[in-house]
């Protein structure tokens, strides 16, 4: 029987910028080391764990399957350790690794092209979307979204009118932790719901601006090491998306447990259930009042391995 071919991916912890980054804001990102690894071997035909492609479950590994042409039915194996609907890019990684895994057995690995494939299969699967996520796991490390090229650019992406130019982003070693609600949030109708409300509202118009020069204020308080500014933004970013509808009381819950101990804090990625992150530096004691209140606290590093082929 033929050696699979394999690739991981990592999840992602967006730190500043979630939701309006789909309008062209900026947004800062980590990819964390949680990682999804996506398996490949020649079979009789297409099964994803041993199940049918078709299955709900794999629409975004079904759409890397079509975009990537092989000829040849395959066998893949999904294993992660990102919780899905957890607000920490467990669709971006699976999409990533997938078109990862597929790329190495065409010899084609090239991660521009794979983060802009991965885009679209978002965008195709989601609805509206941004490339933070997929860009994320594609590049790995801190990545931060401008509308503009700066230095340190890893590439562009263009949709409509907007326009994405990524960058490598170097962040300070930091353990962030993680409170998961619980509660499976899909991604698809929350940015759709932001997109209504700034289509009928110029006050949540001026909040996606808001929340942009907030996460360039954040990058600079990040980078010189001032958590203090650091996490004062991330508490005005959490008022923000709570105002934009995103939110969610037990995400409030966990905040406001986690804040006790922490610079500052709010929710991760989509809202309206997912996870909140925190910016502390004493971790137990903040977990352990994210578990108090009935979240489920992790420890998270920045990972800066984006996709790999896996030997
Ligand atoms: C989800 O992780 C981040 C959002 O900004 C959506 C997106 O950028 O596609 C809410």
Same mark, same amino acid.
């Given at each position: 029987?033929?050696?699979? $071919?394999?690739?991981?991916?990592?999840?992602?912890?967006?730190?500043?910028?979630?939701?309006? $980054?789909?309008?062209?804001?900026?947004?800062?990102?980590?990819?964390?080391?949680?990682?999804?690894?996506?398996?490949?071997?020649?079979?009789?035909?297409?099964? %994803?764990?041993?199940?049918?492609?078709?299955?709900?479950?794999?629409?975004?590994?079904?759409?890397?399957?079509?975009? &990537?042409?092989?000829?040849?039915?395959?066998?893949?194996?999904?294993?992660?350790?990102?919780?899905?609907?957890? @607000?920490?890019? =467990?669709?971006?990684?699976?999409?990533?690794?997938?078109?990862?895994?597929?790329?190495?057995?065409?010899?084609?690995?090239?991660?521009?092209?794979?983060?802009?494939?991965?885009?679209?299969?978002?965008?195709?699967?989601?609805?509206? #979307? =941004?490339?933070?996520?997929? &860009?994320?796991?594609?590049?790995? @490390?801190?990545?931060?979204?401008?509308?503009?090229?700066?230095?340190?650019?890893?590439?562009?992406?263009?949709?409509?009118?907007?326009?994405?130019?990524?960058?490598?982003?170097?962040?300070?070693?930091?353990?962030?932790?993680?409170?998961?609600? @619980?509660?499976? #949030? #899909?991604?698809?109708?929350?940015?759709?719901?932001?997109?209504?409300?700034?289509?009928?509202?110029?006050?949540?118009?001026?909040?996606?601006?808001?929340?942009?020069?907030?996460?360039?204020?954040?990058? $600079?308080?990040?980078?010189?090491?001032?958590? $203090?500014?650091?996490?004062?933004?991330?508490?005005?970013?959490? @008022?923000?998306?709570?105002?934009?509808? %995103?939110?969610?009381?037990?995400?409030?819950?966990?905040?406001?447990?986690?804040?006790?101990?922490?610079?500052?804090?709010?929710?991760?990625?989509?809202?309206?259930?997912?996870?909140?992150?925190?910016?502390?530096?004493?971790?137990?004691?903040?977990?352990? #009042?994210?578990?108090?209140?009935?979240?489920?606290?992790?420890?998270?590093?920045?990972?800066?391995?984006?996709?790999?082929?896996?030997?």
């Amino acid at each position: 029987m033929a050696a699979p $071919v394999a690739a991981s991916a990592p999840g992602k912890l967006i730190l500043f910028g979630e939701h309006a $980054v789909v309008f062209g804001e900026p947004a800062l990102c980590t990819a964390i080391d949680l990682r999804t690894e996506v398996f490949a071997r020649p079979h009789a035909e297409w099964l %994803v764990d041993g199940a049918s492609l078709d299955d709900p479950k794999y629409r975004y590994v079904k759409a890397a399957v079509r975009r &990537s042409r092989m000829e040849n039915p395959l066998w893949l194996e999904i294993r992660s350790m990102i919780p899905t609907g957890a @607000g920490l890019g =467990s669709s971006a990684a699976v999409t990533v690794a997938a078109l990862g895994a597929l790329a190495s057995l065409r010899g084609a690995f090239d991660p521009p092209a794979i983060a802009r494939e991965a885009f679209e299969i978002e965008h195709e699967v989601q609805g509206r #979307a =941004s490339p933070i996520d997929t &860009s994320t796991a594609t590049a790995g @490390g801190g990545v931060l979204v401008r509308p503009d090229e700066g230095d340190d650019l890893l590439w562009t992406i263009t949709r409509d009118t907007r326009r994405w130019c990524l960058h490598r982003c170097p962040l300070p070693e930091l353990t962030f932790v993680i409170g998961y609600t @619980g509660i499976g #949030a #899909a991604t698809g109708p929350l940015v759709a719901g932001v997109k209504e409300r700034v289509d009928a509202s110029p006050k949540a118009a001026s909040m996606v601006r808001e929340i942009g020069h907030i996460t360039m204020d954040g990058l $600079v308080a990040l980078q010189r090491n001032d958590l $203090v500014a650091a996490g004062r933004l991330m508490d005005q970013d959490q @008022g923000l998306l709570d105002e934009l509808g %995103v939110g969610h009381p037990m995400l409030d819950r966990l905040v406001t447990a986690a804040r006790k101990s922490s610079y500052g804090a709010k929710l991760t990625g989509a809202g309206g259930g997912g996870s909140m992150v925190a910016l502390t530096d004493e971790p137990e004691r903040t977990a352990q #009042a994210i578990r108090d209140v009935g979240g489920r606290p992790f420890l998270v590093h920045t990972d800066p391995v984006g996709v790999r082929r896996m030997p």
